[in-house]
């Protein structure tokens, strides 16, 4: 390793700890996303929607919708992967 390499490497081993490194805090990130997404689903308790098709009137329907979309599309993209994936030494040296 160079010099340069050996001096940032050691800078980066005596950095102070992010805020995300400790485990308390993404406990709190994950608490306050939650309390996030309740109070989300309670609001949608608390106004009156005028859907377009009828089922999308249906109580939590577009935060059921976000999440199966969201599934479909890590789903795919993992199919995705084992297509186009290629080996690590697919370029060569």
């Known amino acids: 390793m160079s010099a340069q390499g050996?001096?940032?490497a050691t800078a980066k081993?005596?950095?102070?700890?992010?805020?995300?490194?400790k485990?308390?805090?993404t406990r709190r990130l994950f608490v306050a996303l939650m309390v996030v997404c309740g109070?989300?689903?309670?609001?949608?308790l608390l106004y009156h929607q005028h859907g377009h098709l009828g089922f999308?009137?249906?109580?939590?329907?577009?935060?059921?919708?976000?999440?199966?979309?969201y599934c479909c599309i890590v789903g795919t993209a993992v199919q995705?992967?084992?297509l186009l994936k290629r080996d690590?030494?697919?370029y060569g040296e």
């Open 39 to 44: 109070g989300l689903l309670v609001w949608d």
């Open 6 to 8: 050996q001096d940032h």
């Open 56 to 69: 999308d009137e249906i109580f939590g329907f577009h935060a059921a919708f976000g999440f199966v979309a």
């Open 23 to 25: 485990p308390g805090n």
């Open 80 to 82: 995705l992967r084992k």
């Open 88 to 90: 690590e030494d697919y």
């Open 13 to 21: 081993a005596q950095e102070a700890p992010r805020w995300l490194d």
